[in-house]
Each structure stands twice: as C-alpha cells, then as structure tokens.
T-cell receptor, first 112, second 114 residues
Framework: DSGVTQTPKHLITATGQRVTLRCSPR?????VYWYQQSLDQGLQFLIQ???????AKGNILERFSAQQFPDLHSELNLSSLELGDSALYFC???????????FGSGTRLTVV | AQSVTQPDIHITVSEGASLELRCNYS??????LFWYVQSPGQGLQLLLK??????LVQGIKGFEAEFKRSQSSFNLRKPSVHWSDAAEYFC????????????FGKGTTLSVSS
C-alpha cells in the first residue's frame, strides 16, 4: 500500500458520459498530480493541485477538470467521454521537490 | 523542448545476468532524476532518485543508477536480475520549476528468461 488511494479501480462507461475519479493523497502530502497512461502516449501529465489550488497544467483536455478539496482529496472529472479516453488514470502525491511522487494503483477507464 | 529518452522499448535478460537500462534527458540544467518500476496492473513504485552529491545512487530491490552529467544520462543497473524484476521501468525528470511536473520517458519493458 503506497498510501495514495484511488477509487474506483475499474470503470466502464459509454461514450458521451461523465465520470469522476477520486484520489486521497498520502498523509501529509499537499500536492496531488493526475496522469493519464495509454499505450500510444505513455504517461502524460494532466494537472497538479497544491493545497487546494491549481499549480500546473499539462496536456489536459477542456472536457476534463479537477479539483482538490479542503481535506486534500482530489477528483478528476471526465466528461463527453470518447473511445480515445480509455486509459489508466493515475493520481500521485508529493511532499515537494526533490522527493519524487508516490503513485496510487490507478483507475482503469474503459469507454465503450 | 525538455524530454526524457529511453532508447530500449523492450529488453530480455537471463535470470542471474546483469542489467542496464538507459535513460537520457534533454535539459539545460541538471534536473532531479528518478527511476520508477511498474508491475502489470499496478501503480508506479519509486526505485531511486538523484538530486545532488554522489553520482552513484542506491535504490530498493538491489538497483543502482549512475548520473553522468557529460552524457546527460541516468542509467539504471542491477548486477543480477531475478525473475520478479520483470516489469516496466520508467525514467523521469523533475525540472524543479514552478508550473512543471515529473516528465516520464516512454518506458522499457524488461522480460527475464530462465
């Protein structure tokens, strides 16, 4: 157990739908990062939150959004889902550079 | 643009043999450097990291990596591979700049033959 909890582990949904992925960071970590992992694109950084505020933005689509709540858990919202959104979505937390990130076990999203 | 290159997509090593996985980065200054391992269906686990000091760093599971500034490389090594080391390995860099996050290479899949 890495200390980063992601739910659900698996999600199957239809095109056009909206889903919410949840992440609880490791105790004491203020930063949460979201990554998308697919076979063709590899690990792509989506977005970072630090203590409730957006800090960095990567290759996140406009159909995707995220937030971090006062208890530091984070949610990634994916809407108007397309087949190409099928991927593993990872959440990671960090205490800051240079400590690296601790990853959760991911949510596997399948859009059908 | 900053990038991380892992030249080998797939490597097969015999059990007990030595291993070296290559990683090169493209960045003006020396970033913080990491190696992660991902077993099938699992998240990424940190193997080791370098941010300053001794250029040879030791990690978990018997892995080590050497930072070579002149070659912009951070290669991962293990003297004797075990079947349980079969997994995907990712090199990553932290530019330590506001507004950035870990940049990952495409990964190297390690297979271990008996």
């Amino acid at each position: 157990d890495s200390g980063v909890t992601q739910t659900p582990k698996h999600l199957i949904t239809a095109t056009g739908q909206r889903v919410t992925l949840r992440c609880s960071p490791r105790s004491g970590d203020l930063s949460v990062y979201w990554y998308q992992q697919s076979l063709d694109q590899g690990l792509q950084f989506l977005i970072q939150y630090y203590n409730g505020e957006e800090r960095a933005k990567g290759n996140i689509l406009e159909r995707f959004s995220a937030q971090q709540f006062p208890d530091l858990h984070s949610e990634l919202n994916l809407s108007s889902l397309e087949l190409g959104d099928s991927a593993l979505y990872f959440c990671a937390s960090s205490a800051g550079s240079p400590y690296g990130y601790t990853f959760g076990s991911g949510t596997r999203l399948t859009v059908v | 643009a900053q990038s991380v290159t892992q030249p080998d997509i797939h490597i097969t090593v015999s059990e007990g043999a030595s291993l070296e996985l290559r990683c090169n980065y493209s960045y003006g200054a020396t970033p913080y450097l990491f190696w992660y391992v991902q077993s099938p269906g699992q998240g990424l686990q940190l193997l080791l990291k370098y941010f300053s000091g001794d250029t040879l760093v030791q990690g978990i599971k018997g892995f080590e990596a050497e930072f070579k500034r002149s070659q912009s490389s951070f290669n991962l090594r293990k003297p004797s591979v075990h079947w349980s080391d079969a997994a995907e390995y990712f090199c990553a860099v932290d530019l330590n700049q506001a507004g950035t996050a870990l940049i990952f290479g495409k990964g190297t899949t390690l297979s271990v033959s008996s």
